[in-house]
T-cell receptor, first 114, second 110 residues
């Protein structure tokens, strides 16, 4: 009964490759997010979708493209991977209209680009 | 520019030694301050939300408080299982995302 799940948990790939990370939430939330956590543990928002519509798109290279087929799923596709893309990527979800607004995070995907 | 600063970066406590973690913020129109716990290799786990100055929330050995400029996470008589990184995040009025601090890595020694 995992609330927010991500696959894969680990991803090791070479520079120049294209890869995808998948996220699913079963909380019935209408908003999902992608965060990047760097080696210094700083967690920074990348994208946010509300009911399949992109609502936040921070300064992220065009090589990163999120896709939300429905409000329970948010995938992240990365083209032409670079060494600097190595990080842990977290998916999260929340109920946007809920005053409590807490976000629930997935377990993370550790991406290593060699 | 909006900022969230956490201190100290790392904290080592003996079991039972109470202490506080600090989160200071500079945002316009705060719409919530959030505390999360993150264990190694896992995603952040939600602990508390605080909305207005003077508000306090408690959960087991943890107590979070909020002023107009900062929040404290008080840990009373910590146990080794409280060891984790504690993250503070703020939501600015009109924004949909959370802005995180860099966290305090807490180690509780038996």
């Amino acid at each position: 009964d995992t609330a927010v799940s991500q696959t894969p948990k680990y991803l090791v790939t070479q520079m120049g490759n294209d890869k995808s990370i998948k996220c699913e939430q079963n909380l019935g939330h209408d908003t999902m997010y992608w965060y990047k956590q760097d080696s210094k543990k700083f967690l920074k928002i990348m994208f946010s979708y509300n009911n399949k519509e992109l609502i936040i798109n921070e300064t992220v290279p065009n090589r990163f493209s999120p896709k939300s087929p429905d409000k329970a799923h948010l995938n992240l596709h990365i083209n032409s991977l670079e060494l600097g893309d190595s990080a842990v990527y977290f998916c999260a979800s929340s109920q946007l209209g809920d005053l409590r607004y807490e976000q629930y995070f997935g377990p993370g995907t550790r991406l290593t680009v060699t | 520019e909006d900022q969230v600063t956490q201190s100290p970066e790392a904290l080592r406590l003996q079991e039972g030694e109470s202490s506080s973690l600090n989160c200071s913020y500079t945002v316009s129109g705060l719409r919530g301050l959030f505390w999360y716990r993150q264990d190694p290799g896992k995603g952040p786990e939600f602990l508390f939300t605080l909305y207005s100055a003077g508000e306090e929330k408690e959960k087991e050995r943890l107590k979070a408080t909020l002023t107009k400029k900062e929040s404290f996470l008080h840990i009373t008589a910590p146990k080794p299982e409280d060891s984790a990184t504690y993250l503070c995040a703020v939501r600015q009025g009109g924004a949909n995302n959370l802005f995180f601090g860099t966290g305090t890595r807490l180690t509780v020694i038996p």
